[in-house]
């Protein structure tokens, strides 16, 4: 059974930095690129950043560049979105996902993605 399991979400003030984790377990993390999506009531999911499967071609949404960065540990089966200088619009549930891709590929649409944790809740307050 696949699992993504998030983290490191939280209330901050604009500013501030939160680094959030997701676990991946019961498939070979390795054989996935990874993103980072999110969502606020009333609206449809967003791309933020995505990964390739080596841990190069990171891409992300226009929104978050120069603030935001994505990474992953294939050792420890974790992906990882550094957020620096956070503002209010970042509030939003943060969702990791998974994608079965070759090695340095990346997607940045939610119908292309096989598998999502749970999310976690990111507060930014002014």
């Known amino acids: 059974q696949v699992q993504l399991v998030e983290s490191g979400g939280g209330l901050v003030q604009a500013g501030d930095s939160l680094r959030l984790s997701c676990v991946v377990s019961?498939?070979?993390?390795?054989?996935?690129?990874m993103g980072w999506f999110r969502q606020v009531p009333g609206k449809e999911r967003e791309f933020v950043a995505a990964?390739?499967?080596?841990?190069?071609?990171?891409y992300y949404v226009d929104s978050v560049k120069g603030r935001f960065t994505i990474s992953r540990d294939n050792a420890k089966n974790t992906v990882y979105l550094q957020m620096n200088s956070l503002k209010p619009e970042d509030t939003a549930v943060y969702y990791c996902?998974?994608?079965?891709?070759?090695?340095?590929?990346?997607?940045?649409?939610?119908?292309?993605?096989?598998?999502w944790g749970q999310g976690t809740q990111v507060t930014v307050s002014s």
């Open positions: 996902a998974a994608v079965f891709l070759g090695l340095y590929r990346v997607r940045t649409e939610e119908r292309e993605y096989d598998y």
């Open positions: 990964i390739s499967r080596s841990g190069g071609s990171p």
């Open positions: 019961g498939t070979p993390f390795s054989s996935y690129a």
